[in-house]
């Protein structure tokens, strides 16, 4: 809770909307943590269900079987699932489950000369047209802004037509 609140959140006002399960991933096998996630998602019926960084946790065959496990429960609930890993995309690591999910999103650092900065880009997006650029992602003033590089396809272009800024904002306090 203290890190939702140093991120500037009224944890008090999101509580009936949030619920924060803190464990560590290294009590479980894959199938025991995939027997609490399924209790938790029957249990408490989440619209959204966020897990963090599993992938460090099992080996690669271990986690690419817990993850496929977790998104095919959250299809037959209903719940919109998201799963973040370590591991780079970019290098097509973790692909594999592609093939199950409606979206791939990679975030990651550009790391050249003395300068680092945050990349974002849409591998997929099922039934939807999307722009696969990679494109510069900046967090200022408590938003997430999204620095379009190219002109091309989807949301991107329409948003570039309507706008005469080269940039996005997504707010990161949909609930203030």
Same mark, same amino acid.
């Given at each position: *809770?203290?890190?939702? &609140?140093?991120?500037?959140? $009224?944890?008090?006002?999101?509580?009936?909307?949030? @619920?924060?399960?803190?464990?560590?991933?290294?009590?479980?096998?894959?199938?025991?943590?995939?027997?609490?996630?399924?209790?938790?998602?029957?249990?408490?019926?989440?619209?959204?269900?966020?897990?963090?960084?599993?992938?460090?946790?099992?080996?690669?065959?271990?986690?690419?079987?817990?993850?496929?496990?977790?998104?095919?429960?959250?299809? &037959?609930? #209903?719940?919109?699932?998201?799963?973040?890993?370590?591991?780079?995309? *970019?290098?097509?690591?973790?692909?594999?489950?592609?093939?199950?999910?409606?979206?791939?999103?990679?975030?990651?650092? $550009?790391?050249? #000369?003395?300068?680092? &900065?945050? *990349? +974002?880009?849409? /591998?997929?997006?099922? *039934?939807?047209?999307?722009?696969?650029? @990679?494109?510069?992602?900046?967090?200022?003033?408590?938003?997430?802004? +999204?620095?379009?590089?190219?002109?091309? #396809?989807?949301? #991107?272009?329409?948003?570039?037509?309507?706008?005469?800024?080269?940039?996005?904002? /997504?707010?990161?306090?949909? /609930?203030?």
């Amino acid at each position: *809770m203290s890190l939702v &609140k140093s991120l500037g959140f $009224n944890y008090e006002k999101l509580s009936d909307n949030l @619920k924060i399960i803190s464990m560590s991933p290294r009590l479980f096998t894959e199938g025991a943590l995939y027997f609490y996630m399924e209790k938790l998602v029957k249990n408490l019926k989440p619209e959204r269900l966020i897990v963090d960084s599993l992938a460090r946790h099992y080996d690669e065959e271990e986690f690419l079987e817990l993850a496929r496990s977790l998104i095919l429960l959250c299809k &037959k609930h #209903g719940v919109t699932c998201l799963l973040t890993s370590l591991e780079d995309l *970019m290098k097509g690591e973790e692909l594999t489950i592609s093939t199950a999910v409606d979206n791939t999103v990679s975030i990651w650092f $550009n790391c050249s #000369g003395n300068e680092v &900065k945050r *990349m +974002i880009t849409v /591998f997929k997006e099922r *039934m939807s047209t999307h722009d696969p650029h @990679k494109h510069t992602l900046h967090i200022e003033k408590r938003e997430v802004v +999204i620095r379009w590089a190219y002109n091309w #396809g989807g949301l #991107g272009l329409k948003w570039w037509r309507r706008s005469s800024k080269p940039w996005r904002r /997504f707010s990161a306090h949909p /609930f203030q």
